[in-house]
Structure formats: C-alpha cells, structure tokens
C-alpha cells in the first residue's frame, strides 16, 4: 500500500499506473474530504490485491489507544463504477455480502468523487462504543460495534478469566465462528460501555448497561 495524506498521489511515476480517470477521481475526492478530514486518520490510495480497481480507504483506530486497529473502510473504483464498505483487513477486499451501509454508484468520475466523499463523511460518523464484560473484577470479553446497527466491528475473548463452563455453553448453542472464536453477541448484558467515536447521537447502547470512561486492561485477541 502507499501512504498518502487523505487520497493524494504525489508522485507521477507511481508503481500502480494509475490511469488519468483513476488520477481525476483521487484529486477530486482528496480536495472533497480536505475540509472535514479528521486530524487522527489518514487516507491511503492503492489497489486491492486482485488489480482489477483502484482502492481509497481508511483505518479506524481506538484514539486512546491508537495501536489498536478497529477496522478498515474505503472504495474500490473501476470505470464509472464505485463500491464502498468495510474492507478485508489484509487483502482490502470488499466483502462477499454487502452490509446495509454499503456503497455502490455508477456516473461521471466528479459525480462518483462527490458521492464517494459524502460516503466517507458517513460512515467516519458512524458512532462506535467498546462494550467490556466483568468477572470478579476483571474484562474478560470485548467488543467494539457500531452503535446505530449493532454491528460487532471486532471482539476478544479470554476463557480463562470468564466464568466457568462459559465457554462451553456458548460453542454448544453455536455462538462460535472459524477456529473457536467466540462470538460475543452470545454473552449477557455487558457490564459498562464506552463511547470511542463518531456521533453517538446518532445510535444507541444496550439498554441498562452503564457509561464509564475509564478503562482497565483487555487482555486476549482481537477478532471479527
């Protein structure tokens, strides 16, 4: 990938061979979101591993912990077609199931730019609260969502500080994914929430569990 400042190609002899529509859709979509830009996330222009479009997308970061990656977001363009959601955290492709905020327009390069801009504005908006579960005093499960869906953005989960025979009731009723991973959407009410970023005006939290805005440590991978 090539780290740029919001979608800006800079050099001319760029490794990608980016096509001058390809070019006019970047300039125009990096002098749109220039205005609103948050300050704590940078766009990166590239392509996704299969060639086939040019990719401008974004990582989401816990901004108090900016190390820990949430997730990425961004739009493949190829001809006067543009496809926008979350992205493959490795190979940046986009996902077999579109969700329900998915972008997909067809128009003039500027009209694709525009709608790709207003697309970004959105979902960066999008409010994301971190939910942790407490066992005898200590997180023993998180999950960061979006707070207008509910959506699991990514979770963690250690057996070994949750409740005994826990994780075996949550494999038999099949909230399990891949490997083992528990599924955190299987758990009671979680303990406390916080609010991470984005407007959360405009979604809401599991009814009864309480804001805190301090934090203790989460142990455990992280996961989708």
Wanted: hydrophobic share 40%.
């Amino acid at each position: 990938m090539t780290t740029r400042a919001w979608f800006e190609i800079d050099d001319p002899d760029d490794d990608f061979e980016f096509n001058d529509t390809e070019r006019a859709f970047v300039s125009a979509l990096s002098g749109r979101c220039g205005a609103w830009a948050p300050a704590d996330v940078v766009g990166e222009v590239g392509r996704p591993d299969d060639w086939e479009a040019l990719l401008a997308h974004v990582s989401l970061s816990d901004r108090a912990e900016p190390r820990r990656h949430l997730i990425d977001l961004g739009v493949h363009l190829a001809g006067d077609r543009v496809r926008g959601d979350r992205l493959h955290n490795q190979l940046y492709l986009l996902p077999d199931r579109p969700s329900l905020w998915a972008l997909d327009a067809t128009g003039s390069t500027e009209r694709l730019a525009e709608v790709a801009a207003e697309w970004f504005r959105a979902v960066l908006d999008k409010p994301i609260v971190l939910y942790v579960w407490l066992h005898e005093g200590y997180a023993y499960a998180a999950r960061y969502a979006f707070a207008d869906s509910g959506e699991t953005i990514c979770q963690s989960y250690v057996e070994s500080m949750a409740p005994h025979g826990q994780a075996a009731e949550l494999t038999a009723a099949g909230h399990v994914h891949g490997k083992g991973w528990i599924q955190t959407v299987g758990l009671p009410t979680p303990s406390l929430y916080l609010h991470i970023r984005g407007d959360l005006e405009r979604g809401g939290t599991v009814p009864g569990v309480p804001a805190t805005t301090k934090r203790g440590p989460l142990p455990g991978l992280w996961y989708e």
